[in-house]
């Protein structure tokens, strides 16, 4: 350990793990952004509650910024470290502590894969229904820091609706038991939710205590073919109203160009504006019945076009595959990607601004738009023209990503629904939170972290 500062981490904890090596600098410095050239000082795995608080301590002796890192595959730039902050990745914390079968809750450490949480719960019986496709790479403690959403809000909520503790390090140092499994805790402001969605930016967490569910019925899962938005809007009240759903999700023609291209299976002939996939309760005749019937009413109003529905769980896998798909297959395309909020009947307003603008402005870039639209959440991914330079899509796309930030004033949105600030939407944050509001959490940060260490530079 040449660097002085590292040298006294190591004397103050002789059993962390310290990797050093550029090949681990560069691994460890990065998200799934790709913007950023990583450059930390180092990176720590600590084992335990002690040596996490141990870092930190030491980072406000030694004034050095500290990342906190799950499994880094945040797309806001909020697990990048480009400017020698020290690394320190739950990775080896990654174990289910208990399960209580009366509270229904499983305590976890914070580097557990989600899918690994996910499996945990069912070996239980239950499930921790929070999901989206990087369930295999991404960590609860990064779910649990981004409150992240992903494909089943519309039925279970955010991450933040399954946390009922948090055990945390502080950015001053203390270690905090938040909530401690309490259904109800009336006892002031709750710290816990504050935490949750805070970007590594108020503590690390270190350990949750997750609320599981009941499994969900069976279910079906349907691929429908739209028109346009609004008949999309209008079937999604009509499903809504009709069947309990698991899920409503969007995507365009052109996504569903890409992920065919990338070795999805056709499920539909024919081209259509826009596609769904919805997963619904299908328990029994009944409600597929219902099923049914609300597909051909909305056949019969002309909102529908086509539609599919799947026979089997390989064809149900196959339906998820045309959306879960979609971010892989756009990736070789290098794209600039936003992540949105709208209320959801504000939808069809938001996107016809958008689209408009996007055609008037910037008819060069190909643009795909897909998303949680159950929930108001749109992804919008605009792709790298191959002849463009690097630098100059960037400064494009971030003129676009103006166009979206006043569009989503006028639509009363937000700049990010669930992918968080980060870097990348840091100069954006002023559209969608008042300058009173900034300057609260300003000072909410300073209380929690007074010397400034824990992901400087994201967020705010
Ligand atoms: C999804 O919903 C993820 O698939 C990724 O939030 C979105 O790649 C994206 O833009
Ligand atoms: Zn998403």
């Not at 004397?11 to 913007?35: I, M, S, V």
């Not at 989600?114 to 990064?142: K, M, N």
């Not at 539909?268 to 597909?295: I, K, R, S």
């Not at 936003?338 to 870039?365: C, K, T």
């Amino acid at each position: 350990m040449t660097d002085p500062r590292l040298a006294a981490l190591a004397a103050r904890l002789p059993d962390l793990r310290l990797l050093t090596d550029p090949a681990d600098l560069e691994h460890y410095g990065r998200d799934w952004t790709r913007r950023w050239p990583p450059a930390p000082l180092a990176v720590a795995l600590p084992g335990n509650l002690d040596e996490v608080q141990g870092i930190v301590r030491w980072a406000n002796e030694h004034r050095v910024a500290v990342v906190p890192s799950g499994g880094r595959t945040g797309l806001s730039g909020g697990a990048v470290a480009a400017h020698g902050e020290l690394v320190l990745s739950l990775e080896r914390m990654n174990r289910a502590l208990g399960f209580d079968p009366v509270d229904r809750t499983l305590r976890v450490q914070a580097g557990m894969p989600l899918q690994a949480v996910q499996e945990a719960a069912r070996a239980h019986g239950l499930v921790y229904p929070v999901d989206f496709a990087a369930r295999g790479s991404c960590s609860i403690g990064g779910n649990i820091a981004t409150n992240a959403g992903g494909i089943r809000v519309i039925r279970y909520g955010n991450t933040r609706e399954w946390i009922a503790g948090l055990t945390v390090v502080a950015g001053n140092g203390e270690v905090l038991e938040l909530n401690r499994g309490l259904v109800k805790n009336s006892s002031g402001y709750d710290l816990r939710q504050l935490m949750i969605g805070s970007e590594g930016t108020l503590g690390v967490v270190v350990e949750a205590l997750l609320k599981l569910a009941e499994p969900p019925p069976p279910s079906q899962v349907m691929l429908l073919a739209l028109p346009d938005m609004d008949a999309l809007m209008r079937v999604f009240a009509l499903f809504r109203a009709r069947l309990a759903l698991q899920a409503f999700e969007f995507f365009t023609d052109a996504a569903l160009r890409h992920v065919l291209a990338h070795g999805a299976q056709r499920a539909l002939e024919g081209e259509h504006p826009y596609y769904v996939v919805a997963e619904f309760d299908a328990a029994g005749e009944a409600a597929q019945q219902a099923a049914l019937e609300a597909f051909e009413e909305g056949v019969n109003r002309g909102w529908i076009a086509d539609g599919a529905i799947a026979q089997s769980e390989a064809q149900a896998a196959a339906l998820w595959r045309l959306r879960e798909g979609i971010t892989e297959s756009l990736a070789p395309h290098r794209p600039y990607k936003n992540d949105v909020s709208v209320r959801i009947g504000a939808v069809p307003a938001f996107l016809h601004a958008m689209q408009a603008l996007l055609a008037r402005e910037y008819p060069q870039f190909e643009v795909v738009w897909f998303g949680h639209i159950g929930d108001g959440n749109l992804h919008i991914n605009v792709l790298k023209p191959e002849a463009l330079a690097d630098a100059d899509f960037i400064a494009q796309c971030e003129h676009v990503t103006r166009l979206l930030a006043a569009t989503l004033r006028e639509h009363g949105g937000s700049i990010s629904a669930e992918h968080g600030i980060g870097l990348v939407k840091k100069p954006y944050l002023e559209g969608t939170r008042s300058a009173a509001e900034i300057a609260l959490m300003r000072g909410v940060r300073q209380v929690f972290d007074p010397n400034g260490i824990l992901n400087p530079g994201k967020l705010f």
